[in-house]
């Protein structure tokens, strides 16, 4: 066996021997002519020449060998359903639907847009679209009208696949009117809308435009609709990061990188084998829903499980029930998730029969230790961090225990993956730091591995001037994010590099004054955020929910566990890193993809506009924040 070492070496030093290698994995209609074009950088071009199919490494070349076996499970715990599909069945039902979509006017290139629930269908039209050479672009289904009006006008679709309703908690929410409001607002007209009906609420169809896919299936149930071989750059999707930071970003992804990066992820990375079963709680709106709820678990020829509903209901085991009924082996989830676990009982998780899985993998958010110690212990199992992008499209760090088994260290998500060759950068000088525990902006130099975006959907210009143009004097792609590597090349993630703050001259990471305060045994989630002072440039004001939740109401009560957080921060970090006040909240404002989103927080604080909130998930949150602060 190859030492981890020893791979990520070859990935960069060796790179197109490296990557010729897991071109390998999948299937070529044309085997590429040149492994990595990085003629005029940085835009990489991989496997230049070759061409492929997503929907054929991802469904019809295992139906030979595995059509009985089970390749999607829909699990829904809002209508009660469960339904599997096996590889030949899902075949069959990507076909029909690849025959609608055509039906409709959708040509190779052309984009369709996905505004669903976590549903199979939403499942069987991302397959069916790059089957047939479109471009998808799914819209996460909380999205409202507004949000979802500039992502037609920026994709402008041909057609557009929806539902009646979505369902959150056992009630049913309408997506059908939110869409034809979103048709009102944008400026793009689709050339049909294609609806599920999953008989929720009502619809009005509108005639000429609105197509039930229960009449198109019954029209296509035969349907033989061949993969189009694509090239390699050919664009697979776009798709929005969080809107964490600001206005989100367009990412355009290609179709060779991103299978042949997601087909070695699975071995490399989850060390995970085919016939298995991988459950991913994320949503198809995120990058972790396309990447492993969809793609690679059925590029790797696994049954992978797709969930409608939350995770606490009908009670918080449901998830760890669906493990033990469908052997789960990969688990993946949220930090954000495990929070709302954390507040029940661990009873819940351990009454079930956990024993089939090999690991829980958690992305999207710093995992603070209390939340890994919560999970790690209540399940017994594994627990490791993988650090990523929207726009790289799978980890940037983790541990890739498939090459080669390795200790996590508390706190980090592990080294740099293969393929990626990250650097520690001084922000300011653009200087490299190569002295183990240095602070500096995690960045990577290009060429980006394959299944990172090509660019941004329509705009190569800010493609550049965001991501290579930000670190003075060199071309390489910044995270906009802080961290320190180890001697052992182990790195551990300080936050983003817009959350960092200055009290009378220091500098601190609000990561590390909210790391503190959540190991605080009252406290069940925190956000740090750094607010204008006139005295001392800028202080740290906390929002905190309390694992109480009567704490909020009550002045009192607030007053003393505020006080009691504030010594538990003097002790852990010092005076400096102490808030200057604790409000208490009953929810902290988020991203709807579960993100803090301190810039919303620290902009309320500051009584500034609050710029786009979009992607926010509960309006009512912020309300909370401002009078909070109004009763001081
Ligand atoms: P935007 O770029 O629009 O502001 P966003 O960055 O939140 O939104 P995503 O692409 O969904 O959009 O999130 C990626 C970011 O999430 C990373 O840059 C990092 O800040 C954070 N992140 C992801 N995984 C981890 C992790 N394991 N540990 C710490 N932070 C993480
Ligand atoms: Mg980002």
């Known amino acids: 066996m190859t030492s981890f070492a020893e791979f990520h070496r070859q990935s960069i030093e060796d790179r197109d021997v490296f990557w010729a290698a897991q071109a390998q994995l999948i299937d070529w209609k044309v085997p590429p002519a040149q492994i990595c074009d990085y003629s005029n950088p940085p835009f990489a071009r991989w496997f230049a020449g070759g061409q492929t199919n997503l929907c054929h490494n991802a469904i019809d070349r295992h139906v030979a060998a595995r059509g009985d076996q089970p390749a999607l499970i829909a699990v829904s715990t809002e209508t009660n359903t469960e339904r599997t599909y096996t590889y030949a069945q899902l075949h069959a039902e990507v076909q029909r639907m690849a025959a609608a979509l055509q039906a409709l006017g959708v040509k190779k290139g052309d984009r369709v847009q996905i505004y669903m629930p976590m ?10 679209s790059v089957r047939i050479g479109a471009i998808h672009s799914v819209v996460f289904g909380g999205f409202a009208s507004g949000s979802l009006a500039t992502r037609i006008d920026d994709a402008q679709p041909t057609v557009i696949v929806s539902a009646d309703a979505g ?21 793009h007209k689709p050339q049909a809308v294609l609806l599920v009906d999953r008989g929720l609420v009502p619809m009005n169809l509108v005639a000429g435009r609105d197509h039930l896919w229960a009449e198109l299936r019954a029209q296509h149930l035969d349907a033989q609709v061949p993969c189009e071989w694509v090239d390699a750059t050919h664009p697979s999707y776009t798709l929005y990061t969080s809107g964490t930071t600001g206005k989100p970003k367009g990412v355009q992804r290609d179709t060779g990188g991103y299978t042949v990066a997601l087909a070695s992820s699975m071995p490399a990375i989850f060390d995970a084998k085919p016939g298995q079963t991988f459950f991913c709680t994320s949503d198809i709106g995120w990058v972790v829903g396309h990447s492993y709820i969809i793609y690679a678990p059925l590029i790797h020829g696994m049954a992978t499980i797709m969930y409608e509903g939350v ?17 789960v082996t990969h688990m993946f989830s949220a930090p954000t998730a495990i929070r709302v676990l954390k507040k029940h009982d661990p009873e819940y998780l351990t009454k079930y029969d956990l024993s089939s899985l090999q690991a829980l993998w958690l992305a999207g958010e710093p995992l603070d230790e209390p939340t890994a110690n919560w999970i790690s212990s209540a399940i017994g199992r594994p627990i490791i961090d ?45 200087a490299e730091l190569t002295e183990p525990m240095q602070k500096g902006v995690i960045a990577i130099e290009g060429p980006l591995p394959p299944g990172n975006l090509m660019t941004i959907w329509r705009d190569d210009q800010r493609f550049v001037n965001t991501y290579w143009k930000s670190i003075p004097g060199r071309l390489i792609y910044n995270t906009f994010d802080w961290g320190v590597r180890d001697k052992d090349g182990y790195y551990f993630i300080l936050g983003r590099t817009d959350d960092v703050i200055n009290v009378a001259g220091h500098r601190l990471g609000t990561r590390e004054i909210e790391e503190s305060i959540s190991g605080h045994a009252s406290i069940a989630e925190v956000a740090v955020v750094g607010v204008a002072d006139n005295l001392k440039g800028q202080v740290a004001l906390a929002f905190a929910v309390a694992r109480d939740n009567n704490v909020a109401g009550d002045p009192q009560a607030c007053a003393a566990l505020e006080k009691s957080v504030c010594n538990h921060v003097d002790a852990q970090l010092g005076a400096v890193a102490r808030p200057a006040r604790v409000y208490f909240v009953s929810m902290l404002p988020k991203t709807r993809s579960g993100k803090l989103l301190r810039r919303a927080l620290q902009a309320v604080a500051e009584k500034r506009e609050t710029g786009d909130l979009s992607t926010m998930e509960d309006p009512a949150a912020l309300q909370q924040v401002v009078e909070a602060m109004i009763r001081g």
Do not use: H
């Open 311 to 327: 995770p606490i209901r009908p009670d918080p085991g449901v998830w760890w029930s669906l493990v033990e009924k469908y052997k």
């Open 167 to 187: 369902s959150r908690a056992g009630r049913a929410v309408p997506y059908k009117p939110l869409l034809d409001e979103a048709l009102g607002l944008a400026s």
């Open 119 to 128: 549903i199979a269908e939403a499942a069987i039209a991302m397959l069916a």
């Open 386 to 430: 993988n650090y990523w992008q929207t726009e790289t499209g799978w980890p940037i760090l983790t541990l890739c225990n498939g090459v080669e088994k390795q200790a996590s260290r508390f706190g980090s998500p592990g080294k740099a993956v293969y393929g990626y060759n990250v650097k520690l950068i001084d922000g300011e000088t653009g």
